[in-house]
Structure formats: structure tokens, C-alpha cells
T-cell receptor, first 114, second 115 residues
Framework: AQSVAQPEDQVNVAEGNPLTVKCTYS??????LFWYVQYPNRGLQFLLKYITGDNLVKGSYGFEAEFNKSQTSFHLKKPSALVSDSALYFCAVRGGGSQGNLIFGKGTKLSVKP | KAGVTQTPRYLIKTRGQQVTLSCSPISGHRSVSWYQQTPGQGLQFLFE???????NKGNFPGRFSGRQFSNSRSEMNVSTLELGDSALYLC??????????????FGPGTRLTVL
């Protein structure tokens, strides 16, 4: 069965420092991986996805993610955090095949302090 | 292009009642999926509709149902509400049926509170 894990409930970072939000996955076949962000009282906003190709994927708002097949990880990164990046981040996976809803991790709350 | 819209945004019901939530996808999108978000269980998939047909269903009781209309708008219904149904219900749309690398675009959600 497909699953995704976000091992950290919360990540605290100082503004201007690099940030990493971790995600590991388990899926049969080729994985399709996604990151979404949720601001308070809002729906989820798509940040980026990995389908195939380059292991480093660039997305919205300066975020990027690194796909590592051997470690089954898809960590979200940003070189310099902003206070406005503070939000809830979700990693999601969809297994290969024609059908497949998104399976979400529990979410990681990112807090960026000035 | 307008995003996914959901109505109502907030809803308060009492146990035993039923509720209908509405979702209008992005123009041109034909797939609509519903998710339930709670602090304890996180985001859980309810069902997906494409071209008025249910394609996929999550592990929820039969009290949760949905449908999709010819204009791709979707409704979900929850009957005999329970306290545990209190949640944020999110609708997501995509051009094609969910699968592969198709990303889904989410609405702001409907916050349902069951008293």
C-alpha cells in the first residue's frame, strides 16, 4: 500500500536560514510525488511535483524538492526562509497506474521567526 | 481563471441531521475529488468523480455520498451526522482523472461543525 511519512510535526527556522521539510514515501511502481502548502483557513496550494527526470524539482515561491530513490525521500527545501513561509506543508504520493487519489502525510508545521 | 469554489464556507449542524456541500471546479476541469481534513486523521480521500461517474472511493461509511453534474459541479452529502464528522471538507479539481502526475487544485474548503 502507498504511504507517505513526514517525520517532523513542526520545523522551526530563523528568517534567512535554509529550511528543509522532510518526507519519505512507500509506493509500488514509479512514484508521483507532490508538495502542497496550507495557510490558515485556506485550502491547499500546489507547490511542486516530481514525475520523472531531474531529481531536483523547482516549484513556486522559491521552493524546491529533491527526489532520492534509494532513500525513498522527497524533501522540500528553500535556500532562504521568509516569515511568510510559515504554514502547514503536506507531502503527497500517488502510485503508478491510471487510478490514484493522493495519499497525504500528516503535515509539518513550518514556523519561520524574524 | 477562477479557482475552485466551495459553498458554504462554514456550516453548523446537529447530530442526526444531513448536510450537502457544493463544489465548482476550475473551468474546463472534469475531475472532482473530495477530502476530509481533521486534526487527528489528517487529509483523507473520500471519493472522485469524473464525467458524472464515481471513479474511486475512499474508506468512509455509506453515509458519505456524492455526485457530479453535467457541468462538472459536484456535491457531497453526509447523512445522519455524527460528532466525528466535524472537519474541513476540501474539494479538488483537475483536468483529467486523478492519476499519474496530474496535480489537483484545491478549494478553500467547507468547515463543518456538528454539535
Amino acid at each position: 500500500a502507498q504511504s507517505v511519512a513526514q517525520p517532523e510535526d513542526q520545523v522551526n527556522v530563523a528568517e534567512g536560514n535554509p529550511l528543509t521539510v522532510k518526507c519519505t514515501y512507500s509506493v509500488s511502481g514509479n512514484p508521483y510525488l507532490f508538495w502542497y502548502v496550507q495557510y490558515p483557513n485556506r485550502g491547499l496550494q500546489f507547490l511542486l511535483k516530481y514525475i520523472t527526470g531531474d531529481n531536483l524539482v523547482k516549484g513556486s515561491y522559491g521552493f524546491e524538492a529533491e527526489f532520492n530513490k534509494s532513500q525513498t525521500s522527497f524533501h522540500l527545501k528553500k535556500p532562504s526562509a521568509l516569515v511568510s513561509d510559515s504554514a502547514l506543508y503536506f507531502c503527497a504520493v500517488r502510485g503508478g497506474g491510471s487510478q490514484g487519489n493522493l495519499i497525504f502525510g500528516k503535515g509539518t508545521k513550518l514556523s519561520v521567526k524574524p | 481563471k477562477a479557482g475552485v469554489t466551495q459553498t458554504p464556507r462554514y456550516l453548523i449542524k446537529t447530530r442526526g441531521q444531513q448536510v450537502t456541500l457544493s463544489c465548482s471546479p476550475i473551468s474546463g476541469h472534469r475531475s472532482v475529488s473530495w477530502y476530509q481534513q481533521t486534526p487527528g486523521q489528517g487529509l483523507q480521500f473520500l471519493f472522485e468523480y469524473f464525467s458524472e461517474t464515481q471513479r474511486n472511493k475512499g474508506n468512509f461509511p455509506g453515509r458519505f455520498s456524492g455526485r457530479q453534474f453535467s457541468n462538472s459541479r459536484s456535491e457531497m452529502n453526509v447523512s445522519t451526522l455524527e460528532l466525528g464528522d466535524s472537519a474541513l471538507y476540501l474539494c479538488a479539481s483537475s483536468l483529467a482523472p486523478s492519476g499519474g502526475g496530474n496535480e489537483q487544485f484545491f478549494g478553500p474548503g467547507t468547515r463543518l461543525t456538528v454539535l
